[in-house]
């Protein structure tokens, strides 16, 4: 029979507003995150990135926050926009190479 | 600077024909990651390959796919004998080769593999 995919919470904000996108890892010997966006019919594109040493990092309208006790990490998207529309998905890695883990995803649907 | 590109984007093969999907990565890069995306999932690890070498097929099943990344030339995934499981999206990443450091890795826009 066909397979059903799992439903992507969705996470849906106003125009205007600030949006906060949350991720659980699920290693804690994990040293390094990434967060990617994912728009309809293209491949992941990068966001922002931390490393395990810092707790948090800003970019242009986004903040990334790690809790390294609970093995959480956060996305802040300041003063939404259309355009940041997506799935945004959060990815683990450890050791030496770039084996990333990905999350299952979570679909941000910004109201105009 | 061209980005990672994969060829085709889609393709729609019957249940038992072979599927090959290409991925050049960035000019620069050496390392290649192939990664499966099912509707409504996020991506799965399947290889990471550098020039002529599979460092980590863990995420690869045992049976019917293949990865390589020759010398010359993209990266191959190959699936044989496609069943309609295999029905998803494939994407492709490369990293520069920075050594034992984690880096950015830069997903191409993947091929969607139908089995009918």
């Known amino acids: 029979g066909e397979s059903v995919g799992l439903h992507l919470p969705t996470l849906s904000v106003q125009e205007g507003d600030n949006s906060i996108i949350n991720c659980a890892y699920s290693?804690?010997?994990?040293?390094?995150f990434i967060w990617y966006k994912q728009e309809s019919g293209k491949g992941p594109q990068f966001i922002i990135d931390?490393?395990?040493?810092?707790d948090k990092r800003q970019g242009q309208r986004v903040t990334v926050l790690l809790n390294k006790t609970v093995k959480h990490l956060s996305l802040q998207i300041a003063a939404t926009q259309p355009g940041d529309s997506a799935v945004y998905f959060c990815?683990?890695?450890?050791?030496?190479?770039?084996?990333?883990?990905f999350g299952s995803g979570t679909k941000l649907n910004v109201k105009p | 600077n061209a980005g990672v590109m994969q060829n085709p984007r889609h393709l729609v093969r019957r249940r038992g024909q072979e599927a090959r999907l290409r991925c050049s990565p960035m000019?620069?890069?050496?390392?290649v990651y192939w990664y499966r995306q099912l509707p409504e999932e996020g991506l799965k690890f399947m290889v990471y390959?550098?020039?002529?070498?599979?460092?980590?097929e863990s995420g690869m099943p045992k049976e019917r796919f293949s990865a390589e990344f020759p010398k010359e030339g993209p990266s191959i995934l190959r699936i044989q004998q496609v069943v309609r499981g295999d029905s998803a999206a494939y994407f492709c990443?490369?990293?520069?080769?920075?050594?034992?450091?984690?880096?950015?890795?830069?997903f191409g826009q993947g091929t969607r593999l139908t089995v009918v």
């Open positions: 990443a490369s990293s520069p080769n920075q050594g034992a450091h984690n880096t950015e890795a830069f």
């Open positions: 290693n804690s010997a994990s040293d390094y």
């Open positions: 931390i490393r395990s040493n810092m």
């Open positions: 990815a683990e890695n450890i050791g030496n190479f770039n084996k990333f883990y």
């Open positions: 000019k620069g890069h050496s390392h």
């Open positions: 390959l550098q020039k002529e070498n599979i460092i980590d």
